[in-house]
């Protein structure tokens, strides 16, 4: 059963565009999100996150939404930049516990 | 800050041998580290949470006896691949949590074993 979800293997962007990643997940008791970028390779490197509290969080170019309700999550980047491209990573974890689950990625490539 | 450091980063060995990858938290300590596995093209599946001083928690499948872990130090933890098969081949990759409020986890680089 995979709790945390990516539906979309790949996504391509031009350079300077939006890059909309997503990420739904089932379980409720999730109260805490974040993304990770990783290159091939390499660990995960965390990027940003988001406590269930809030909908929206925002780090530079990188912003985190949260719709609860829909149990959806999504990472926006703009301006996308070549150097982003990369696997990203949805996270979940219940507050209290370091048990990540990870969706299946997606990887992005920023075409120049 | 917050630095996780594993070696070494790629290993090949013979079926039958067993494998040790360290991980390291290099500039804080790590009461909890954790190990997790990565296929191609799949999600990074947690295998084991390993605790200072105390025996490793193992997720529903995964074997103890095949993949051994020691966490003899607040800054050192050890997965032993033993008697390793073609199919344990992966990508082992550990984190740890450097223990402050909602840190996230920090990740080593991780480690590409390939078995023969």
């Known amino acids: 059963d995979q709790q945390v979800k990516q539906n979309s293997p790949s996504l391509s962007v031009q350079e300077g565009r939006i890059s909309i990643l997503n990420c739904d997940y089932t379980?409720?008791?999730?109260?805490?999100f974040l993304w990770y970028k990783k290159y091939p390779a390499e660990g995960p490197t965390f990027l940003i996150s988001i406590s269930s509290i809030k909908d929206k969080n925002e780090d530079g170019r990188f912003t985190v939404f949260l719709n609860k309700s829909a149990k959806h999550l999504s990472l926006h980047i703009v301006p996308s930049q070549p150097g982003d491209s990369a696997v990203y990573f949805c996270?979940?974890?219940?507050?209290?516990?370091?048990?990540?689950?990870f969706g299946t990625g997606t990887r992005l490539k920023v075409l120049a | 800050g917050a630095v996780v450091s594993q070696h070494p980063s790629w290993v090949i060995c013979k079926s039958g041998t067993s494998v040790k990858i360290e991980c390291r938290s290099l500039?804080?300590?790590?009461?909890?580290m954790f190990w997790y596995r990565q296929f191609p093209k799949q999600s990074l599946m947690l295998m084991a949470t390993s605790n200072e001083g105390s025996k490793a928690t193992y997720e529903q499948g995964v074997e103890k006896d095949k993949f051994l872990i020691n966490h003899a130090s607040l800054t050192l933890s050890t997965l032993t691949v033993t008697s390793a098969h073609p199919e344990d081949s992966s990508f082992y990759i550990c984190?740890?949590?450097?223990?402050?409020?909602?840190?996230?986890?920090?990740f080593g680089n991780g480690t590409r074993l390939t078995v023969t």
């Open positions: 996270a979940a974890i219940t507050s209290g516990t370091y048990k990540y689950i």
């Open positions: 500039d804080f300590q790590a009461t909890t």
């Open positions: 984190s740890a949590y450097p223990g402050q409020g909602d840190s996230p986890l920090h």
């Open positions: 379980n409720s008791m999730f109260d805490y």
